[in-house]
């Protein structure tokens, strides 16, 4: 029990007051716990984002991708990872972890097989930069997100409602417009919203922690935080192609 009446607390080395010490413990413990946090959460998005790059290349290989580029196949594809995306995020409540860790590796895979159709217009080396200038540039922008010290909640709002603007653009460009100068700002505005909820998401799911910490939905939360990264990873790299990518 403290001693409040006591006019000077002990010194404990170094001046350290016990008090001290012991916040200095609990906030030592905090970190180590935020950093297997997100370390857990890069984990996940990494290795989705890698499963979703084997099963694009092959399946390119083995000559499927064919049959996902157009017909009935096209849209299963293509629908069914967006179907998942929203039962993740509508059902994390009442999923368990390992629901949550099934649908996303489905996910991933499913992912794989859509993507696998950029092998049939865009040559493999403009894939593969595209790939990695996308993976260089999310990781300097999360890096800035975790260890920035401005407030990027801001951003929020404004980020999805550019995401909206996106899709309609992007849906009124290919089945009306079909305008070329349209498309390559669309994919320039692409880039530039993905690239900031890379740092939005980042510094979000890093204040999360002090909330979930210790609490039954902390490990739900790893799977929902790379999954989120994961779609800012894709986006942003599925608009660098479309900019820079050159067509077979």
Not at 19 to 46: C, K, P, Q, V
């Amino acid at each position: 029990m403290a001693q409040w009446n006591e006019p000077r607390p002990k010194q404990t080395g170094f001046g350290a007051t016990p008090g001290s010490l012991g916040g200095l413990d609990a906030r030592t413990t905090f970190d180590e716990g935020l950093r297997r946090h997100m370390l857990a959460i890069y984990n996940y998005m990494t290795s989705g984002v890698l499963l979703t790059a084997i099963v694009a290349m092959l399946t390119a290989n083995s000559g499927l991708a064919m049959t996902f580029a157009s017909g009935p196949m096209m849209w299963l594809v293509a629908l069914s990872p967006l179907a998942i995306v929203f039962a993740m995020s509508f059902g994390a409540n009442k999923f368990s972890k390992a629901t949550l860790q099934i649908l996303f590796w489905g996910f991933a895979t499913l992912m794989g097989l859509s993507l696998s159709t950029l092998f049939l217009v865009y040559t493999q080396g403009s894939i593969a930069v595209a790939f990695f200038s996308a993976a260089a540039a999310f990781a300097g922008l999360s890096l800035w997100g975790y260890t920035t010290k401005k407030n990027l909640s801001g951003w929020g709002s404004f980020l999805v409602m550019g995401v909206v603007g996106l899709i309609v653009a992007s849906l009124l460009n290919t089945f009306f417009f079909q305008s070329g100068p349209l498309g390559l700002a669309v994919s320039v505005l692409g880039v530039l919203i993905f690239a900031g909820l890379t740092a939005y998401d980042t510094q979000r799911l890093k204040e999360e922690y002090a909330v979930l910490k210790g609490t039954e939905f902390a490990g739900k939360a790893v799977i929902m935080g790379a999954l989120s990264l994961y779609l800012d990873f894709i986006n942003m790299f599925l608009f660098i192609l479309r900019l820079f990518g050159n067509r077979e």
